[in-house]
């Protein structure tokens, strides 16, 4: 595959051809320099797959006691320890969310890959499945941050309004009712505007949102939270099916997008400008 040009402001790195057994990858994690760990979503197996750089499979883990119903995305914490979130909820139907926390894969022996439940409800979903003006249920993002795991929803609703809610869950198993944190509005095109991953830099400093072509940054995370939506929206330039993103560094990104009609099935970096004193506005 011919590489993505980097000349152009916005434009994605191409990096690698993911390996061909991986068709729909949902989210990846960087635990250490070169390598990506990832998984698929609904209909593939119960896997936690770890690729390298150049597109190379390396190692493959069966998640024990862990059903693919739909996982969405995958986080870590300060330990490596992953969380994968099958909170993938189309028609906002489920009432069997959950996400698995496994331990370091980096450091497991052998082929299979403990893993231990937290299940969750959204504290204002009452209708299963609600009206199609509040269709909020669907997630496909989350990230690990002091002590949470922060689940950003898919809107799907009709008419869109680009909104979207933030919920929080502690990181230990158990059962719980999220917690509802915050609602913001990416912008009002349905295609470009849903989330389809997040990722929080190792620092904590920044925070990316990922859609079908658009990233949105929240600067200076830790003081500002959620608090007046996204610093501002990025045009990324690229039409694929982007599903997936994390940071390998303060401002460097690795994204993932699924293998559809020909294309796409890629691993790509993406470097995030620093942004201009003051600006707040698309670039």
Known sequence: MLGWSCAQYGQLRYVAELPKAINECSGIISLRPNEIWLIEDNGNPDNLYAVDSSGQMLKSFKVKEAKNDDWEALTMDRDS?????DFGNNGNKRKNLRIY??????IEPGDKIEARKISFRYPDQDAYPPEKNALYYDAEAFFHYEGFLYIINKNRGRPFNGKARVYRVPDQPGDYTAEWVAEFTTCEDYR????????ISPEGNRLALLGYGNLWVFENFKRRGF?????????????TQLESVCFISETELYLTDERSHGSGGNLYSFTIPLPLKGKTQPE
Do not use: E, S, W
């Open 192 to 199: 470009q505007c849903q989330i389809t991953d997040a990722a």
């Open 81 to 85: 320890q992953v969380y994968i979130g």
């Open 227 to 239: 608090k007046n939506g996204p610093t501002r929206m990025i045009a990324l330039g690229a039409n």
């Open 101 to 106: 926390k496994v331990p370091n894969p980096v």
